[in-house]
């Protein structure tokens, strides 16, 4: 059984960064995604950003391209999601999400087709 073990997260105040990492237990060599969903208290999960592993390529959700950045480590089996200029619209709880096979980024980005969760992290961005 595949685990994703996600970190990072906390308190901030708008304005600053917070990185996310999530190690998986299982992945074939040079294929899959994996990446990052959030949901905030009363709405639904919603896709924040993804990344292959063969070839790095990324995918982001419009509300966060510029501020975050997704890159990967293959050697450690682990991804990171660096946030930058935080909004308290970035508050959510932020789950790592990895897709076994996936030709590019954008696969990940259909909640239904993720084969693996992680635990869930909170973000929380004071105004």
């Known amino acids: 059984q595949v685990q994703l073990v996600g970190s990072g997260g906390g308190l901030v105040q708008a304005g600053g960064s917070l990185r996310l990492s999530c190690t998986t237990s299982?992945?074939?060599?040079?294929?899959?995604?994996m990446g990052w969903f959030r949901q905030a208290p009363g709405k639904e999960r919603e896709f924040v950003a993804a990344i292959t592993w063969s070839s790095g390529s990324t995918y982001y959700a419009n509300s966060v391209k510029g501020r975050f950045t997704i890159s990967r480590d293959s050697a450690k089996n682990t991804v990171y999601l660096q946030m930058n200029s935080l909004k308290p619209e970035d508050t959510a709880v932020y789950y790592c999400a990895q897709r076994r096979i996936a030709t590019w980024a954008n696969f990940l980005a259909d909640e239904g087709r993720v084969d693996y969760w992680g635990q869930g992290t909170q973000v929380t961005v004071s105004s």
């Open positions: 299982g992945r074939t060599s040079g294929s899959g995604a």
